[in-house]
């Protein structure tokens, strides 16, 4: 998902999954129907169908955009999988075949800077944006899912405007900013923008949006568990559809949920926040107030006392997770759960509330169980189950959807993260 394989070979991707060239070939034909370099290829055309039908890019431009070698393979694909050309799928889309737009862009509406000129944020680096319908299976409980990234937003990193989430990414060969609103009533996708400094980031920052909101997720699958225990019945049936809010980047949220341990959403964001100014790389938002880059492991190891302001047993943590993560342990949704979690627990420091929230959030388990969370133990009494051990014991009707249920119990609760804010009070 993250185009892997427009930057290196086969062998490369089997070597990071853990698997033969040949096993990894036999896998996904089995599994999906298609080798790796067939799910490269029709990954492509879609990314070049996204840019022909939502931007006015020359298509010059979207060929190198989508990785296509040449003009004539990238025309050869969309004749054999869309049976139109370039330029017929750009015309169905009431766009014009050439297009050259270098007005500088309104909030939420957002124009093109191609590749080579000026940008319209001053110079520097130039941007292009990318107009984006994330489609959804319905039905999508919303508010709880922005909510929660509105109020864990770390300032510099992420923002909410009062209508719309905007957060920074790092990207394979770029950087970029996402920006998206919660749907409208009967809506199937989210609406939003992409900003980014390479084209060719479209498919990594649409999964990674895609991620970060759930939008894969089946509700009818997981909320039909859920239905089945009389407990969680009705706050199931009130708000179908909840989605586990995850992260873009898992070893940012494995960072950040460390430097949250055992304090207050507030609390750990406004640490988190200060060691984002410190230590994250400076970015020029064209048309927001975000300003930085998470800070990556490398930048966490180098830092001195001073800049992690913090308890000893909590620097050290976080100085032993950076060092892993900077060593290549895997934390994404691609990673084997169970070694994941043997991993962080040799980490002094990190304990089971942090584990199983790497693992719900990053690591996409959607039975990871947060059993010791002082939300969910709170919601589990109100709802009489008097015990943890009546908890873990009455959890086992909910697999593999333990995480979703998480989720329904947290929003018993009065908590910030269980709805959006009211308009007059956007967090700063």
Do not use: C
Not at 155 to 166: A, F, K, L, N, Q
Not at 169 to 182: F, K, Q
Not at 400 to 417: D, E, K
């Amino acid at each position: 998902h993250d185009g892997l394989l427009d930057r290196a070979d086969v062998p490369t991707l089997a070597a990071t999954v853990g698997y033969s060239p040949r096993h990894l070939e036999r896998l996904m034909r089995e599994e999906v129907g298609a080798g790796p370099l067939g799910l490269a290829r029709a990954q492509r055309a879609q990314t070049a169908r996204t840019l022909i039908e939502r931007t006015d890019l020359p298509f010059s431009e979207v060929t190198w955009a989508a990785g296509f070698g040449s003009i004539r393979t990238f025309n050869e694909t969309i004749q054999e999988v869309y049976a139109a050309t370039p330029r017929e799928l750009r015309t169905r889309a009431g766009r014009s075949a050439k297009g050259d737009f270098t007005t500088p862009p309104h909030r939420g509406e957002v124009t093109l800077s191609l590749r080579g000129r000026e940008s319209w944020d001053g110079g520097g680096a130039g941007w292009a944006g990318v107009p984006v319908r994330l489609p959804f299976r319905p039905p999508l409980e919303a508010g709880q899912l922005f909510g929660h990234l509105v109020a864990t937003a770390v300032p510099g990193v992420e923002e909410w405007t009062g209508s719309t989430y905007r957060r920074t990414l790092r990207l394979p060969r770029g950087h970029g900013i996402l920006e998206v609103a919660p749907p409208r009533a009967g809506e199937r996708h989210i609406a939003g923008s992409l900003l980014l400094t390479d084209l060719r980031d479209l498919t990594a920052a649409v999964h990674r949006t895609r991620w970060l909101l759930d939008l894969d997720a089946d509700p009818v699958a997981t909320d039909s568990v859920l239905l089945a225990d009389p407990l969680l019945e009705d706050a199931v049936r009130r708000h179908p559809g909840r989605r586990v809010p995850r992260t873009v980047d898992p070893t940012e949220m494995a960072l950040r949920l460390v430097l949250g341990q055992q304090v207050s959403t507030r609390h750990a964001r406004d640490l988190t926040g200060r060691m984002v100014a410190r230590l994250g790389e400076p970015i020029r938002d064209p048309v927001g107030g975000l300003s930085r880059l998470f800070p990556e492991p490398s930048a966490w190891l180098t830092a001195d006392d001073a800049d992690l302001a913090m308890p000893g047993a909590r620097r050290q943590a976080i100085r032993t997770l950076a060092a892993a993560l900077d060593d290549g342990l895997d934390l994404g949704p691609g990673a084997d759960w169970a070694t994941a979690r043997e991993s962080l627990a040799l980490i002094p420091g990190v304990g089971p509330w942090t584990i199983e929230s790497i693992a719900m959030r990053a690591l996409g388990d959607p039975d990871a169980f947060l059993s010791g969370d002082l939300g969910v133990r709170t919601a589990a009494r109100a709802l009489g189950l008097t015990s943890d051990r009546h908890l873990l014991d009455h959890a086992e009707a909910w697999r593999p959807w333990r995480a979703y249920a998480v989720q329904h119990l947290w929003a018993l609760g009065r908590h910030p993260i269980n709805h959006l804010p009211a308009p007059d009070r956007v967090p700063a």
